[in-house]
């Protein structure tokens, strides 16, 4: 039984041998978890855990002792571990992070390059996906952390987030569109108009399909897209309207189009998310850490 291993066994315990509640916390599956012990007292030829009744009750004698031993060998691992990266002069490793190619644009861009430059020997893979999918690739271990929108809907209990950047979704519309003049929007205003929107991969859209059916309006979807500067350049002398952050104004030439916002707009608050685990590689602290000092120290309150 390796170190990870032990470390399913000791969660069991604290879960008062409850295996859904163990592996949830885990992130594995309960039949996986079940099979790894039962796996492991097989070729050992020990019991590990009372059952009765196919429910694990407790600890056998031999299991209690093991337990113990489990815990001393698990601290003493993570305190080695801990003095290695202490010791390594420069960072390096692998870290996998999901950032939505808008966000990338928006927000990241200058922390990504200020990072390489700091850790060239470090290894960033940037997943560009839309943050409905990365919350998914989050919850598979396919990404290590991922910058998402609030509501992320993960569990908190298994998640730590950190607000990076607090706005809000506007429209942008050709300056010659009749709702261009006003001075904020009603969502009712949008009953019946051509609406260009990201695709489904894109948090943004099933937030405004929400508020749709929430403020019961009827729009026209005439075309999805992943591309945010498409959107933008798609209402340009035309009768479309699109629907993104704000700060998609600072970072775009909006000749002939205008932002109006909404009197009950959609929040856009950017977070940083990543799992709670008892052990993180020096990449993986440095990295959280290094979004902390970027979006929160160094700038203040995000926003």
Same mark, same amino acid.
């Given at each position: 039984?390796?170190?990870?291993?032990?470390?399913?066994?000791i969660?069991?315990?604290?879960?008062?041998?409850n295996?859904?509640?163990a592996?949830?916390?885990?992130?594995?599956?309960?039949?996986?978890?079940?099979?790894?012990?039962?796996?492991?007292?097989?070729?050992?030829?020990?019991?590990?855990?009372?059952?009765?009744k196919?429910?694990?009750?407790?600890?056998t004698?031999?299991?209690?002792?093991? %337990?113990?031993?489990?815990?001393?060998v698990?601290?003493?691992?993570?305190?080695m571990?801990e003095?290695l990266?202490r010791?390594?002069?420069?960072?390096?490793?692998?870290i996998?992070?999901?950032?939505?190619?808008y966000i990338?644009?928006?927000?990241?861009?200058?922390?990504?390059?200020?990072?390489?430059?700091?850790?060239?020997?470090?290894?960033?893979?940037?997943?560009?996906?839309?943050?409905?999918?990365?919350?998914?690739?989050?919850?598979?271990?396919?990404?290590?952390?991922?910058?998402?929108?609030?509501?992320?809907?993960?569990?908190?209990?298994?998640?730590?987030?950190v607000?990076?950047?607090?706005?809000?979704?506007?429209?942008?519309m050709?300056?010659?569109?009749r709702?261009?003049?006003?001075?904020?929007?009603?969502w009712?205003?949008?009953?019946g108009?051509?609406?260009?929107?990201?695709?489904?991969?894109?948090?943004?859209?099933?937030?405004?399909?929400?508020k749709?059916?929430?403020?019961?309006?009827?729009?026209?979807?005439?075309?999805?897209?992943?591309?945010?500067?498409f959107?933008?350049?798609s209402?340009?002398?035309?009768?479309?309207?699109?629907?993104?952050?704000?700060?998609?104004?600072? %970072?775009?030439?909006?000749?002939?189009?205008?932002?109006?916002?909404?009197?009950?707009?959609?929040?856009?608050?950017?977070?940083?998310?990543?799992?709670?685990?008892?052990?993180?590689s020096?990449?993986?602290?440095?990295?959280?850490?290094?979004?902390i000092?970027?979006?929160?120290?160094k700038?203040g309150?995000?926003?």
């Amino acid at each position: 039984m390796d170190v990870r291993q032990l470390k399913y066994l000791i969660e069991i315990v604290n879960c008062n041998f409850n295996l859904s509640a163990a592996s949830e916390k885990l992130s594995i599956s309960q039949p996986a978890l079940s099979m790894l012990i039962i796996k492991f007292e097989k070729e050992e030829g020990v019991e590990l855990l009372n059952r009765k009744k196919g429910l694990i009750v407790g600890l056998t004698s031999v299991g209690e002792t093991f %337990y113990n031993n489990a815990l001393k060998v698990v601290k003493h691992h993570d305190q080695m571990m801990e003095e290695l990266r202490r010791q390594s002069s420069s960072l390096n490793g692998r870290i996998r992070i999901g950032i939505p190619p808008y966000i990338v644009t928006v927000l990241c861009t200058e922390f990504l390059r200020a990072l390489i430059s700091k850790h060239p020997s470090a290894e960033y893979i940037v997943d560009e996906t839309g943050a409905f999918d990365l919350k998914r690739k989050l919850l598979l271990d396919e990404v290590d952390s991922a910058f998402l929108l609030r509501p992320s809907e993960l569990n908190p209990a298994l998640f730590h987030e950190v607000l990076v950047n607090s706005d809000q979704l506007s429209a942008f519309m050709s300056a010659s569109h009749r709702l261009a003049n006003k001075k904020t929007l009603k969502w009712k205003d949008l009953e019946g108009e051509a609406m260009i929107m990201f695709d489904k991969t894109y948090m943004i859209h099933h937030k405004l399909i929400s508020k749709f059916k929430s403020k019961d309006v009827n729009v026209h979807i005439a075309m999805m897209s992943k591309s945010w500067d498409f959107l933008i350049e798609s209402v340009k002398n035309t009768q479309y309207i699109t629907v993104l952050p704000s700060p998609t104004k600072n %970072y775009y030439n909006l000749d002939d189009i205008v932002e109006v916002k909404f009197e009950d707009p959609i929040p856009w608050d950017a977070i940083y998310v990543y799992p709670k685990k008892n052990y993180y590689s020096r990449i993986e602290e440095q990295t959280h850490q290094e979004v902390i000092d970027y979006y929160i120290n160094k700038q203040g309150r995000p926003g």
